[in-house]
């Protein structure tokens, strides 16, 4: 029997690899789909996330409010100390925020002298 129609293309005609152009629209279209719907991986991960840097949910308000006490307090002397290397302009920026740090500082006091002491 004779086929009159030839065989289909290899390829398919619809094949995003076909031009250069249709291959850079796969490719942001591939993008973001994992942007949007991320990898299957990514989404069934039951990593727990990383505690070096999380307050402890069992450390009472006074304990928090005495560490963040003690930070600010250190970051309104290393901003105090580094103005001292830098001209004008750039020392009164600076100078402004240690001002806006000390502030903080003496709000979590104010707040620290608040908290009841639980026995």
Same mark, same amino acid.
């Given at each position: 029997m004779f086929k009159v129609t030839p065989n289909p293309p *290899?390829?398919?005609p619809a094949s995003p690899n076909e031009s250069s152009a249709s291959k850079k629209l796969h490719e942001a279209a591939e993008r973001a789909l994992d942007h949007?719907?991320?990898p299957a991986e990514i989404l069934a991960s039951t990593n727990t996330p990383e505690q070096m840097f999380l307050a402890n949910p069992k450390y009472? *308000?006074?304990s928090l409010l005495a560490n963040a006490s003690e930070s600010l307090g250190s970051a309104t002397?290393?901003?105090h100390d580094f103005a001292a290397l830098l001209d004008n302009p750039r020392r009164k920026t600076l100078l402004g925020i240690a001002q806006?740090?000390?502030l903080g500082e003496i709000a979590v006091n104010?707040?620290?002298d608040k908290v009841e002491i639980a026995k």
């Open positions: *290899t390829t398919d949007y719907l991320g009472d *308000t006074e002397t290393l901003l806006v740090v000390m104010q707040a620290l």
